[in-house]
């Protein structure tokens, strides 16, 4: 079953407080979207990769198919201002046999090869899956003021990571759906929520970090001096 994965990377990272793009800083001398895209490049369940970054980065990730053996990444898409335009477009550009279509974080360089083939697997029997851990610290419900209404069940809620994983049909309708009805999510699963489809969760891990901060930086150098994908 032929399966696609978009890399959406058209954002600068505001937060990170750089100059350029975060998936283009350097951990352990190597691009962050370089690490991203060699889990991909390594997951036998993987036939192709597709970027949606800003035109003027289409050399730099043309350089990094040569340079680092990526055979599966294909010509980069222009990204759009939002990361669900820059998903968008790449839908567009999907190889004519892909089924199966995963979606992940430029800036998440440490998911493992067993929480992308769990994804696929999980999609291809039940439509659609996400990536998530479980909550650690307890949580609270506040007012827009900062109030505290109630404190929720901890046993129930997930943080929500990527890969978030679709059959074609299911994300080519959702994304129509949300340009149809001008609906806006950083999140692919809500979109698949908003026509009926429910993901299934695949427990992930916490190591799957994005990274969006200096702080997060930090974590990704020690991370990835023992990570084993």
Request: net charge negative; aromatic share 6%; no cysteine.
């Amino acid at each position: 079953m032929f399966t696609s994965v978009i890399i959406p990377a058209a954002g600068f990272g505001e937060r990170m407080g750089a100059t350029i793009g975060k998936q283009f800083l350097l951990l352990q001398d190597k691009p962050i979207l370089v690490h991203t895209l060699e889990r991909f490049q390594q997951s036998g369940d993987i036939d192709e990769i597709i970027v949606a970054t800003q035109a003027s980065s289409f050399g730099i990730i043309d350089g990094f198919r040569e340079q680092y053996g990526l055979t599966k990444l294909r010509p980069p898409v222009e990204g759009g201002a939002r990361r669900q335009d820059s998903i968008a477009r790449a839908l567009e550009h999907l190889h004519a046999d892909a089924e199966i279509v995963l979606v992940h974080d430029a800036v998440r360089p440490f998911v493992h090869l067993r929480e992308i083939s769990q994804s696929i697997d999980t999609a291809r029997h039940f439509g659609a899956s996400i990536v998530a851990v479980r909550a650690k610290d307890t949580m609270k419900l506040a007012s827009t003021d900062g109030r505290v209404e109630r404190t929720l069940n901890r046993s129930s809620l997930w943080s929500v990571q990527t890969p978030q994983t679709f059959r074609r049909r299911i994300i080519m309708d959702a994304y129509a759906h949300a340009a149809t009805h001008d609906i806006a999510a950083t999140d692919d699963s809500f979109l698949a929520e908003q026509i009926g489809i429910l993901p299934i969760i695949v427990e992930g891990s916490y190591e799957n970090i994005k990274i969006t901060t200096p702080d997060d930086l930090l974590l990704a150098e020690l991370l990835s001096k023992r990570f084993i994908p």
